[in-house]
């Protein structure tokens, strides 16, 4: 956005949403880095998942009604999370359902800009 730019009250909202929702996938990265050390310590890995739900069910909620797409790759990491099997092949999958939102938020956030922007008047005028 160059600095004539701004973004209409919809775009506002977008961007809120989107800001919050990335602090909320870096929270969530944080726990499945958490994870990873304990997998590779080879400790108990049980807690996680429910620290994840515990975290991600929010970020469902708060992307559903402008990002449902966004808001699905969410459910599906949750859903990993929880399942059995294998902590690597568990943890491999969770750090790409991570590294798949943060870029799905990063577009988001492109394309916001770009659908909701509106030129400022010049001052002059």
């Known amino acids: 956005m160059s600095s004539g730019t701004q973004l209409d009250g919809a775009g506002l909202a977008k961007m809120a949403t989107l800001e919050e929702a990335t602090t909320a996938l870096q929270r969530l990265h944080g726990i499945v880095e958490r994870m990873a050390i304990a997998v590779r310590s080879q400790q108990n890995t049980a807690q996680f998942g429910m620290q994840l739900r515990r975290s991600g069910g929010p970020l469902v909620g708060l992307l559903k009604g402008q990002f449902g797409m966004i808001s ?21 999958s969770l750090r790409e359902s991570v590294a798949q939102i943060r870029t799905a938020l990063e577009i988001a956030v492109a394309k916001t800009k770009e659908k909701h922007a509106i030129e400022e008047k010049d001052a002059a005028n």
């Open 72 to 92: 699905d790759q969410v459910t599906a990491l949750l859903l990993v999370a929880t399942r059995g099997g294998g902590d690597e092949a568990k943890l491999r």
